[in-house]
Every structure is written in structure tokens, then in C-alpha cells.
């Protein structure tokens, strides 16, 4: 267990992150003959090139890296740990490859936004299909040992199998029934766009009819125009006759007499 995994955890209890066994903390010791072993590795410093052995690295990053520089966000940090930590559960512009990147997720996650990609769509398609994988191998492996070989637990036994062999069942289940509305939505999908379609043809056609009945209008309008004419002409005409009287004394109607006198 290292010394930052125990000073991550608040409380009296410790958590081993590599075997998960439970301990307080008066029970840790400090391991004196690993630290040793420890201190005369050789590293190459992770901010540049420099290369030696542990035990004077601290004094290296104290003296050359005492501001060490956050290099996707650029904000600056009192120590390396600071650093480790702003990386791990702040830093806003930290890119992290997804966890289900060797199954197809290749898409690089900012770390605070991991858990919006873990419902995305493209995530669920990649997890829906590992889930489908994990329950087949299972289905085909349970008690068999070469399971147990390849995932290198041997601490895993058979009840604990056939539970995660029950919860991949109940997954891939809820995956069927995902697919399915899929599949129905899809469906529906098309059958709108056929209607859509439609409808845009049936809009075509009344905009070409109305268009044709503008056209026609026109033509009425315009007829109207030369009958009102051919009246206005008649009048005329019976005006013209009505110059003839019946009695046989020939009247002279004149008409516009102002006009013409003047
Ligand atoms: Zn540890
Ligand atoms: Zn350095
Ligand atoms: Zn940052
Ligand atoms: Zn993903």
C-alpha cells in the first residue's frame, strides 16, 4: 500500500486499493526494508529529463519543480501531490482514454465529464455489446477453470460466478428489451418521414393548383374588363337609336349640349 493511497482516505478505516482487505490505520506500518529497496531505485523525473534515484528525487523536484504547472489547464500547484491530486478530481481540461477503449470506445473523455460519457449512446453500444461478450464467454465457461486462469483471480469462486453469471443475464435481458424499442422507434422514425414526404408532394400540388386558380381568376378579371366595355359600347349604340321617335316628327337629341354650345 502506498503512503498517498493512505492519506486519500479520511477515517479510521483503509481501504487496499489492490486487494480491497480492510485495515485501520494504527495497524499500517512502514515498511523499512522495502522503503530502502525503494529509495535506490532509478526514475526518470516526470516533468523533464532528468534521470536518478529516488532517494534524491524529492530534493530534485523541490529545487527545479517547486511550482509545478498543470499542463492541460496551466494553473499552478505548491507541490507534485497537489498536482497528482487537481489531475485526478478537479482539473477541468484533463482528457482520459474511456475504460472500455480496448472493447471500441476509443473517444478521449474530459475526467470531469466521464460520467455524462458514460451514458452517451456510443458508451452504451460499446458496453451493451461487452456485456453481451462477458455473458457468452460466461454462459460457455461457468465452473470451468481456464475462466478463472483468464481473468488471473483465484480468489473467485463458484457462487460468486454464478452471481455475476445472474446479473449478466438480467443485463442482457434489459439490453433485448432495449434493442427492441430501438428497433420500434425506427420504425416510427420511417413511417414519419414517409408521411413527411407525402405531405410535402400533397403541398406541391396544391401550391401548383392554387397557382393554376390564380392564373384562371385572371383570366375572369379581365373578361369581366371587356364585357363591361362591350355595355358601356351598347349603351351607346341604344342611345343612338333612341334619336329616332315614333310619331314620325324627327327629334334631334343632343346630347353633351353645354359642351358644345360653349
Ligand atoms: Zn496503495
Ligand atoms: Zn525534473
Ligand atoms: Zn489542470
Ligand atoms: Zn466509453
Not at 493511497?5 to 480492510?22: F, H, L, P, R, Y
Not at 445472474?166 to 433485448?176: A, G, P, Y
Request: hydrophobic share 30%; aromatic share 4%.
Amino acid at each position: 500500500m502506498c503512503q498517498s493511497c493512505v492519506s486519500e482516505q479520511s477515517g479510521n478505516k483503509i481501504t487496499c486499493a489492490d486487494c480491497g482487505e480492510q485495515t485501520t490505520q494504527e495497524k499500517l506500518l512502514i515498511d523499512r526494508g522495502f522503503k530502502n529497496d525503494m529509495q535506490s531505485l532509478s526514475i526518470i523525473c516526470s516533468f523533464c529529463s532528468w534521470t536518478g534515484i529516488l532517494k534524491t528525487y524529492q530534493s530534485h523536484l523541490d529545487q527545479n519543480h517547486s511550482n509545478p504547472t498543470c499542463d492541460s489547464c496551466d494553473q499552478k500547484f505548491n507541490s507534485v501531490n497537489d498536482l497528482d491530486r487537481h489531475k485526478l478530481f478537479s482539473c477541468e481540461k484533463t482528457t482520459v482514454v474511456c475504460p472500455l477503449k480496448q472493447c471500441g470506445c476509443e473517444e478521449m473523455v474530459l475526467r470531469l465529464r466521464l460520467a455524462e460519457h458514460y451514458i452517451s449512446d456510443q458508451h452504451q453500444i460499446v458496453l451493451a455489446k461487452f456485456v453481451r461478450q462477458m455473458n457468452s464467454i460466461l454462459s460457455t465457461n461457468i465452473g470451468n477453470h481456464s475462466l478463472i486462469g483468464c481473468y488471473q483471480r483465484t480468489d473467485i469462486d463458484a457462487n460468486e460466478l454464478e452471481k455475476i453469471s445472474r446479473t449478466m443475464n438480467i443485463l442482457s435481458d434489459d439490453i433485448k428489451i432495449l434493442a427492441d424499442e430501438l428497433e420500434r422507434l425506427a420504425i416510427e422514425r420511417d413511417q414519419i418521414h414517409n408521411k413527411l414526404q407525402s405531405f410535402i408532394q400533397e403541398s406541391t400540388i396544391l401550391k401548383k393548383s392554387i397557382e393554376e386558380q390564380k392564373t384562371c381568376i385572371d383570366g375572369i378579371t379581365l373578361n369581366e374588363e371587356r364585357t363591361e366595355q362591350d355595355l358601356s359600347s351598347l349603351e351607346q349604340n341604344l342611345n343612338t337609336m333612341n334619336l329616332n321617335s315614333y310619331d314620325g316628327t324627327f327629334i334631334w337629341k343632343i346630347t353633351n349640349v353645354e359642351e358644345k354650345i360653349g
